[in-house]
Nanobody, 122 residues
Framework: QVQLVESGGGLVQPGGSVTLTCAVSGNTRDYDVIGWFRQAPGKERGGISCISTRTDSPYYYDSVRGRFTISRDREKNTVYLQINSLKPEDTATYYC???????????????WGQGTQVTVSS
């Protein structure tokens, strides 16, 4: 089993930045990729970025290139997502998930955290 716990969300002003944290625990052999996703009210959950836990190579999906940075602390087994120049349309619940291969599809991930809410508003 793998457990993921997100934190770092909150109310942020437009133009600001936030760093989300995903603390991962459990059997590290059960996954090779940690991904970040978000879901806004009334919309489907969509992929933002993922990182290989073997190589620490980051992958970004086309819709979010430029403002998002994923990184990983191997010792803490924690994955971060930094979001810059926040916009109201970034308001969503942000989730991290563990999977076996690189994919932006939520259905390809096996383990999920509970999510952390980011609200961008003045």
């Amino acid at each position: 089993q793998v457990q993921l716990v997100e934190s770092g969300g909150g109310l942020v002003q437009p133009g600001g930045s936030v760093t989300l944290t995903c603390a991962v625990s459990g059997n590290t052999r059960d996954y090779d990729v940690i991904g970040w996703f978000r879901q806004a009210p009334g919309k489907e959950r969509g992929g933002i970025s993922c990182i290989s836990t073997r190589t620490d190579s980051p992958y970004y999906y086309d819709s979010v290139r430029g403002r998002f940075t994923i990184s990983r602390d191997r010792e803490k087994n924690t994955v971060y997502l930094q979001i810059n120049s926040l916009k109201p349309e970034d308001t969503a619940t942000y989730y991290c998930a563990a999977g076996s291969f690189i994919s932006e599809l939520p259905s390809d991930y096996d383990y999920w955290g509970q999510g952390t809410q980011v609200t961008v508003s003045s």
